[in-house]
């Protein structure tokens, strides 16, 4: 299985940005795909999670109603949709994937894409 995420660069509050995760190896059917991030000097947290089957989808509370998570069956592409961005959505994203419906924790996901570095100045 390989991801890889693109789309991050450096925006000014309140701009949008559409990160995409092409994925390939298998089909993903069965899995939970997520959105993660990286702040300098804190720990991975959860972003967003869609399950490719029925597109069920989870988000954090710090991006709710900003940030879109969705699935392009045809291309294999994971897509998260930022909108109003702020300074403290700085950091580099990640997507990842794993088996069955996962939750918000990063270590149920068993695969990883690079990240992108998103920068959001104010």
């Known amino acids: 299985v390989q991801l890889q995420a693109s789309g991050g660069g450096l925006v000014q509050a309140g701009d949008s940005l559409r990160l995409s995760c092409a994925a390939s190896g298998r089909t993903f059917s069965s899995y939970t795909m997520g959105w993660f991030r990286q702040a300098p000097g804190k720990e991975r947290e959860f972003v967003a999670r869609?399950?490719?089957?029925?597109?069920?989808?989870r988000y954090a509370d710090s991006v709710k109603g900003r940030f879109t998570i969705s699935r392009d069956n045809a291309g294999n592409t994971v897509y998260l949709q930022m909108n109003s961005l702020k300074p403290e959505d700085t950091a580099i994203y990640y997507c990842?994937?794993?088996?069955?419906?996962?939750?918000?924790?990063?270590?149920?996901?068993?695969?990883w894409g690079q990240g992108t570095l998103v920068t959001v100045s104010s």
């Open positions: 869609i399950l490719w089957s029925g597109g069920i989808t």
């Open positions: 990842a994937a794993g088996p069955g419906l996962l939750t918000t924790t990063p270590r149920e996901y068993s695969y």
